[in-house]
């Protein structure tokens, strides 16, 4: 009986089926893409102190987002701990010619988003308020940004939010752990990889001791000028009226040169070594990878399209294949290409699952790093990366005026122009499977990996 | 199918008094197909994107006990392809279906046998049906074998790659207690293609690789309870509700294994019909452009008898409940909750205003008393901050130390009197309101997060409920939050959580 309500079942399947359009994704006709990348001029301001601000319009609601972009991050600091004090101030402090209080009110006052991220190599400003607000909001924003607070309070903020336990960082396997997580294994395979180099140091409370207004104000005004500055600005705004506003608040501004971009020293190579970190929890986290070198622009596309068919994130995936998919090991195992500007970045692959599973789930990871190496990805692989990143992922980065605005201005303090984002599309589509194999060759060392697991093994 | 009508709704905010100057304006556009497919559309010709979206009415509230999660894992299986997305061979691999369902079957009955039978039932996951007969092992080894023939058959990744291979981005799915939803942000030319394998998805998904999905179901179930706040919540949802299914968590270790084809076929033909579904797309496209289309692939479908609806109510409260949670984990808290009304109710928006005004007014209201703790008013219950049926408003307080924890409790409630007796500050209440303004206007502007909240409109009440949610939402005054406060906030509606460390007591 149960047998035939199920034959019952896919027969009803079956006709559905026929009545319904089924035509093959490949042969339903969509349309070549006719997307173009929005020019960058018709965006720009460019203001005779150097300063370079990307304006646009969306006026879908009331709201405007300003973000200013500065080339000096945590590796940017002579005297260590000046870049995460100025952050620090710059979040929770404002402008030196008010007071953290009233800063804080005033932000609270314009239902405002604000936030201060502190990269390796860069620094992000971002500040999100009411169209009603926005004069008041651009002279806030202009004084945290150009007056901001540098004194002993601020350090001792910053000092306070440093943690005090100084041991296991960088350190060999071993060390216990209360809460295991994903971000917790990154964190220390970066201690591990970048372990005396620029990128990895952090500052200890040692350092804050040290530190004085005078270092942090050194920092500041060496990296704080027009020329190592981008802005972006969107939202529901007039853009000449912008335009005459940004000259009004940045024109002013003493022009300067930016310091010579930092050249970090390469990494040494790593030989191939695991880590462990016991943590009693209900999944473990790996983390795999080495450091990726400056990826020149010529490599830049088959590196990106052989990790999108590797391990794009979340994606279909040839990691997701044999992790997921087939065999129920985990959520997610994906590849992580992160640059560094001024140096070696990192190329990790990551996932997580029951510990049970855990060194299965590396061995068919481990297994398909092999395979990307020795053979060729299949045209349709190869297809369905193109495709995903020319028409997806880049057209994203132009979705409407804040992504636009953001994204140029990114770029052009990275590297002084728009040439990449031209030519990304081109690039992409002219590679080939042998460019794919080439760079999955070149970038990725399995001999050089250090094996990062957080968990129960 | 005959196309209907074309409803063209504007729903411009007509302003009130108080907020003259604040508008909410939802250009979206409505057609109901014959067979009471919804489609929604907002129209954007300036962008070359589309963010569409795919809303069913039905979840975790949908599910019977011993079961949850099976809606969820419905959303899993939904990525496994159908005959024609993912087979090399679908005669071949049909017939591999029929005898694994065949031999399900016959697994369920010995499970049932052995369940029958079963005379020990232990509190500590003692029970004895979890131990197994050569029967059971011989049908699960056997259901193993056939699935792996399946999977020789199987292209893998069928409903996500040509979406990536066409530049589909956001390509997510979420199961909550009332919605499972699909999305998906593509090129606004190629909507044929989310249609396409839409259709095809809420018509013919094919349930491949059973039994090692619904271990990614327990791994994802593991990404929660790693977080020891997640078992705090799920004890705190529990004291508030004593039958509605909205406090379940998304399946306990018990239920994953329970899950079986049948059941899940069962939620899928119930809910997934065209009468049950809603499309909403934001972007490129125009309403005139998309019924032929949406027509085209979703037309053939014919109208199903209404899907059952969840019946559950919670009895009326009867006393304050109370929990007691040791934790060295978790920081001293407070967490007090009373139940509300759900989305639809004249209430419910009024309800935001007042966990955002009292937000900081208890904050100081602690300070003054000498505690400095970090108040939390939230209305989430599992994942979810908004209901279609009544729900929680949960304050959470995380304290500097356990030692003040009564202390806190008393000037909380303490508090929460004084505001029935003198309303809050206006002022306070203005910045409440522009603050839920902003964030409105936050979510508005990025059409993913517009279009999740259209849906979820729908699904919790009606879509056009979401523009008068909003109006109310700004018009709310101190003397509502006053009345929610003496009507709402009463001691028998009110569930009181304490955590405290593992040793010693609040003094």
Known sequence: ?457 | MRIKIVATVWLALLATAVSAQHTFELPIREHVFDNGLRLLVIERPETSRVVAKIFTDMGALNETPGQFGAAHFLEHLMFKGTPTLGSRDWERERQLHEEIQLAEDTLEEALNRERNALQQRGVFHEYQHELTTTEIEELRALIATLNSQVLELNDEGPMKKWYQAYGGTRLTATTEQEYMKFDLDLPANRIDLFLRVEADRMQNSVFRNFDAERMVLVEQRYGDLNRPVSSFREAMNSLVGRSSMVYVPEGYTNDFNQYTRRYEQALYENYFVPNNTTLILIGGVTLEAMIPKVDEFFGHMTRAPEPPRYQGREPLPSAEKRLLWRSDELPPRVEIRYQIPGVGHPDRPQFEVLAAALQPYLTAELESAGIVAKVDINTRVVHTSRFGVPASINFEIDLPSASVATRAEDVVLAALAAAVAKPLQREAIDMARKQLRSDWYRTAADPNALAFEIGHFEVMDSWRTLVPYLQARDATRAADVSRLIAKYFVPINRSVGVILPETGEAS
Do not use: C
């Open chain 1, 1 to 457: 009986m149960i047998g035939r309500i199920t034959l019952l079942f896919l027969m009803a399947i079956a006709t559905a089926a026929g009545a319904q359009n089924l035509t093959h994704p490949l042969k339903l006709g969509l349309p070549e893409s006719d997307f173009v990348r929005p020019d960058p001029l018709d965006f720009e301001v460019a203001l005779d102190n150097g300063l370079i601000a990307y304006v646009g319009r969306a006026g879908q609601v009331p709201l405007v987002t300003m973000s200013a972009f500065i080339r000096a991050g945590k590796a940017n600091d002579e005297a260590e701990g000046s870049a995460e004090v100025l952050a620090h101030a710059m979040q929770t402090m404002g402008p030196a010619s008010s007071t953290p209080a009233a800063f804080r009110d005033q932000l609270r006052g314009m239902t405002a988003e604000y936030k201060v991220d502190l990269h390796d190599d860069w620094m992000e400003v971002t500040l999100n308020v009411p169209a009603e607000d926005l004069e008041a909001a651009l002279t806030l924003f202009r004084e945290t940004l150009f007056n901001p607070v540098m004194s002993q309070a601020a350090i001792d903020g910053a000092r306070d939010k440093t943690p005090a336990d100084e041991s296991d960082l960088g350190a060999e396997s071993g060390a216990a752990l209360y809460e295991g997580s994903m971000s917790l294994a990154v964190e220390r395979f970066e201690d591990i990889l970048f372990s005396k180099h620029p990128y990895g140091r952090k500052p200890r409370l040692t350092d804050f001791a040290a530190l004085s207004p005078d270092d942090v104000s050194r920092f500041y005004e060496t990296h704080f000028v027009p020329g190592n500055i981008t802005l972006a600005i969107a939202g529901d705004i007039d853009e000449s009226t912008m335009r005459g506003s940004i000259d009004e608040h940045f024109a002013d501004l003493p022009a300067a040169e930016a310091p010579p971009a930092k050249r970090l020293p390469a990494i040494g190579a790593l030989r191939k070594k695991r880590h462990e970190f016991p943590a009693e929890k209900l999944q473990s986290w790996l983390v795999f990878g080495h450091e990726l070198p400056q990826v020149p622009l010529a490599d830049e596309a088959a590196l990106e399209v052989m990790n999108y068919i590797l391990a794009g994130g979340h994606l279909y995936t040839r990691m997701t294949v044999v992790t997921r998919y087939l065999y129920g090991y985990t959520n997610d195992a994906s590849g992580f290409l992160e640059d560094r500007w001024s140096g070696s970045g990192t190329y990790t692959f990551r996932s997580y699952s029951r510990p049970e599973v855990i060194e299965a789930t590396y061995e068919n990871m481990m297994t398909e790093i092999a395979r990307v190496r020795a053979e060729k990805v299949t045209d349709e692989e190869l297809f369905i990366a193109k495709g995903a990143l020319t028409d997806g992922t880049f057209q994203v980065r132009y979705l409407d005026a804040y992504a636009a605005t953001r994204d140029f201005a990114l770029e052009q303090l990275r590297y002084g122009d728009h040439t990449r984002s031209a030519s990304y599309i081109e690039r992409i589509r002219a590679l080939t499977a042998e460019d794919v194999l080439e760079a999955a060759r070149k970038y990725i060392q399995p001999e050089r990996m250090q094996v990062v697991l957080v968990g129960r093994e």
